[in-house]
T-cell receptor
Framework: EAQVTQNPRYLITVTGKKLTVTCSQNMNHEYMSWYRQDPGLGLRQIYYSMNVEVTDKGDVPEGYKVSRKEKRNFPLILESPSPNQTSLYFC???????????????FGAGSRLTVL | RKEVEQDPGPFNVPEGATVAFNCTYSNSASQSFFWYRQDCRKEPKLLMSVYSSGNEDGRFTAQLNRASQYISLLIRDSKLSDSATYLCVVTLGDTGTASKLTFGTGTRLQVTL
């Protein structure tokens, strides 16, 4: 089944404890992206990657890191999490860089992170 | 002004009703437009793309008005299962390059018996 898989789905952690949220897609997609979703703010892009070893900042990259060493994986790293990073996180992928009717985002199921 | 704006709702409608949502965007250079559906605490899923000529998919009709910079979604004969949040999504990049999607905050629809 074609899908984007995120882990963990739920995590409660404490301030300053490094964590990684993994994201993997099995569709050979070039484009991958991370979003966070907060009430009243909608989905905001954190980082995106157009291909292996190519990453770029989105709208809210502060406090996050990413890497794209393989096409299928795009982990999100929080080096020193803080309470304002408590959010619902989505990974997404798309076949290519441009977006059109046939080239749309597929989302993972989401990872709910709480930082105490 | 927000790049993409939606009425958050909720829109409470009885089953069988017709309901319409609008979404306005501020950048006249926007290229592509989509409606995504998001069920509570789940991932967004593509509902339909919005084409310049308008398009229909069963009970759902999407339209684009470039002059007034808005897109619309019309749902006919609403079902209980249509209850969800509908996200308006706009690309703000140039065609052929890495486009960036901007999401609206969503309009919540609640269909009741």
């Amino acid at each position: 089944e074609a899908q984007v898989t995120q882990n963990p789905r739920y995590l409660i952690t404490v301030t300053g404890k490094k964590l990684t949220v993994t994201c993997s897609q099995n569709m050979n997609h070039e484009y991958m992206s991370w979003y966070r979703q907060d009430p009243g703010l909608g989905l905001r892009q954190i980082y995106y990657s157009m291909n292996v070893e190519v990453t770029d900042k989105g709208d809210v990259p502060e406090g996050y890191k990413v890497s794209r060493k393989e096409k299928r994986n795009f982990p999100l790293i929080l080096e020193s999490p803080s309470p304002n990073q408590t959010s619902l996180y989505f990974c997404a992928s798309s076949p290519g860089q441009g977006f059109s009717g046939a080239n749309v985002l597929t989302f993972g199921a989401g990872s709910r992170l709480t930082v105490l | 002004r927000k790049e993409v704006e939606q009425d958050p709702g909720p829109f409470n409608v009885p089953e069988g009703a017709t309901v319409a949502f609008n979404c306005t965007y501020s950048n006249s250079a926007s290229q592509s437009f989509f409606w995504y559906r998001q069920d509570c605490r789940k991932e967004p899923k593509l509902l339909m793309s919005v084409y310049s000529s308008g398009n229909e998919d069963g009970r759902f009709t999407a339209q684009l008005n470039r002059a007034s910079q808005y897109i619309s979604l019309l749902i006919r004969d609403s079902k209980l299962s249509d209850s969800a949040t509908y996200l308006c999504v706009v690309t703000l990049g140039d065609t052929g390059t890495a486009s960036k999607l901007t999401f609206g905050t969503g309009t919540r629809l609640q269909v009741t018996l």
